[in-house]
């Protein structure tokens, strides 16, 4: 079970008043081992143009609205990064944040926003802060070219279907700060020959031809900003846990919990672009996640702590919040069905 989908669950579990609803079975759609919809398969004409128009966009980002295109008006993405350098497989893999499913789980509460949002604002999220860039008009041909191919890989996935193999595995994080010292000598053996010992990876061509990274920079200016969900320690963790080095699956991870934490912990010690007013992100508070560093630092916890951990007391401090806010919440609502005469006189 993956825990921002649970996340989301209890969101509503604390907000809806009547089951009625809520007893209805919820379909499970595993990715692991279930087959990916083929390009091939699709018929000539003008829904797979548009369907490898988006294959394009997100596997050759760079090439198509990256900040080095001729057209000045198409640079979109801030940085070289293709959205297929985090999705892996053409967005398939499971545990490596596939799309496949998204078109059935969108629109969906989003702490980040405090709001439901679509596939598009989503898709807008990675562009602003994974890619760096701009968001992209909702009318935009490369938007539709988006939501088409994610469309296309989330067929045969019922609407509002629980997704296993979502997200990033929960791998088990030490109860502990983490070490970049030690992370520094996991890159060096295990990370370095690929991203490059200054992680500013390598690219395909010559700086300025719009070609991309055969290897992606980690870390530096041309990396993902400090407002992406991959500059979040426990999501970074967990991506490297089960994706990193280059051929390590969840079925076949190559290093253990504390290497990943500690090497996460040192390619986010480094320096990477700045997304402008991170305050208003999480405006609720209450769900703002514990390894979100940057203010405002809720919990009693110090910057450090929400940046490097020890997660475990945090997420018992956000428990014991939730717990709190749904504690009154309840009570609120005993209050109102009790004073029917004066709810209705302060409307
Ligand atoms: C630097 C890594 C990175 C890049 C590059 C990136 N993303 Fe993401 N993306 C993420 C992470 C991390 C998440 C969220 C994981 C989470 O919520 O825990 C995410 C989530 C998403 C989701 C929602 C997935 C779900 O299961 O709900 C969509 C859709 C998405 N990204 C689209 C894009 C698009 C389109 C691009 C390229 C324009 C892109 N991403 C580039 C890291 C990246
Ligand atoms: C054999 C080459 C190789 C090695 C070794 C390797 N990577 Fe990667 N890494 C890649 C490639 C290629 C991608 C882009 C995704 C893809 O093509 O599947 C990537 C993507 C990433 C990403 C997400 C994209 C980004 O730019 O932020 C992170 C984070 C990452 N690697 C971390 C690591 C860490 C940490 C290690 C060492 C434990 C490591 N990698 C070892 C090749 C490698």
Redesign the pocket.
């Given at each position: 079970m993956n825990i921002r989908r649970t996340a989301v669950i209890s969101v509503w579990a604390a907000l809806v008043t009547t089951a009625s609803w809520a007893a209805e079975p919820i379909p499970t759609v595993n990715l692991v081992g279930r087959p990916v919809p083929q390009l091939d398969s699709l018929p000539e004409g003008p829904y797979r143009a548009l369907v490898l128009q988006g294959h394009e966009l997100s596997t050759r980002t760079f090439a198509v609205i990256g900040p080095e295109v001729k057209d000045l008006r198409k640079r979109y993405a801030g940085n070289n990064?293709a959205c297929?350098?985090?999705h892996?497989?053409e967005a398939s893999k499971p545990f490596a944040i596939p799309w496949v499913g998204v078109t059935a789980t969108f629109p969906q509460y989003r702490g980040r926003e405090d709001q439901i949002s679509t596939v598009e604002e989503r898709i807008n999220g990675c562009m602003e802060r994974s890619m760096n860039g701009k968001p992209l008009p909702l009318d935009a041909p490369e938007m539709k070219a988006f939501t088409t191919y994610i469309a296309f890989l989330s067929r045969g996935v019922p609407v509002g279907a629980q997704i296993e193999g979502a997200a990033v595995l929960p791998s088990v994080v030490p109860n502990r700060r983490a070490d970049p010292d030690a992370g520094s000598i996991?890159?060096a053996a295990?990370?370095a020959?690929?991203?490059g010992a200054d992680g500013m990876?390598q690219r395909t061509g010559q700086r300025g031809d719009a070609q991309g990274y055969?290897?992606?920079?980690?870390w530096g200016p041309d990396?993902?900003n400090n407002g992406a969900g991959?500059n979040r320690l426990l999501t970074?963790t967990r991506?490297?846990r089960q994706n990193?080095?280059?051929?390590a699956s969840h079925t076949a991870a190559v290093?253990n919990d504390d290497e990943a934490y500690d090497?996460?912990a040192f390619?986010l010690s480094k320096p990477r672009p700045v997304k402008a007013n991170l305050e208003a992100d999480f405006p609720a508070r209450w769900n703002k996640p514990i390894d979100a560093a940057f203010p405002p630092y809720m919990l009693g916890a110090s910057a450090d702590q929400y940046r490097y951990g020890p997660f475990p007391p945090l997420a018992e401090k956000q428990r014991e919040m939730a717990d709190r806010r749904k504690a009154e919440m309840a009570a609120i609502r005993a209050r109102s069905s009790a004073e029917p005469a004066s709810a209705a006189k302060d409307k």
């Amino acid at each position: 079970m993956n825990i921002r989908r649970t996340a989301v669950i209890s969101v509503w579990a604390a907000l809806v008043t009547t089951a009625s609803w809520a007893a209805e079975p919820i379909p499970t759609v595993n990715l692991v081992g279930r087959p990916v919809p083929q390009l091939d398969s699709l018929p000539e004409g003008p829904y797979r143009a548009l369907v490898l128009q988006g294959h394009e966009l997100s596997t050759r980002t760079f090439a198509v609205i990256g900040p080095e295109v001729k057209d000045l008006r198409k640079r979109y993405a801030g940085n070289n990064l293709a959205c297929t350098s985090c999705h892996q497989a053409e967005a398939s893999k499971p545990f490596a944040i596939p799309w496949v499913g998204v078109t059935a789980t969108f629109p969906q509460y989003r702490g980040r926003e405090d709001q439901i949002s679509t596939v598009e604002e989503r898709i807008n999220g990675c562009m602003e802060r994974s890619m760096n860039g701009k968001p992209l008009p909702l009318d935009a041909p490369e938007m539709k070219a988006f939501t088409t191919y994610i469309a296309f890989l989330s067929r045969g996935v019922p609407v509002g279907a629980q997704i296993e193999g979502a997200a990033v595995l929960p791998s088990v994080v030490p109860n502990r700060r983490a070490d970049p010292d030690a992370g520094s000598i996991v890159y060096a053996a295990k990370c370095a020959a690929c991203h490059g010992a200054d992680g500013m990876g390598q690219r395909t061509g010559q700086r300025g031809d719009a070609q991309g990274y055969t290897f992606p920079p980690l870390w530096g200016p041309d990396s993902f900003n400090n407002g992406a969900g991959m500059n979040r320690l426990l999501t970074i963790t967990r991506f490297i846990r089960q994706n990193m080095p280059l051929g390590a699956s969840h079925t076949a991870a190559v290093l253990n919990d504390d290497e990943a934490y500690d090497v996460a912990a040192f390619a986010l010690s480094k320096p990477r672009p700045v997304k402008a007013n991170l305050e208003a992100d999480f405006p609720a508070r209450w769900n703002k996640p514990i390894d979100a560093a940057f203010p405002p630092y809720m919990l009693g916890a110090s910057a450090d702590q929400y940046r490097y951990g020890p997660f475990p007391p945090l997420a018992e401090k956000q428990r014991e919040m939730a717990d709190r806010r749904k504690a009154e919440m309840a009570a609120i609502r005993a209050r109102s069905s009790a004073e029917p005469a004066s709810a209705a006189k302060d409307k």
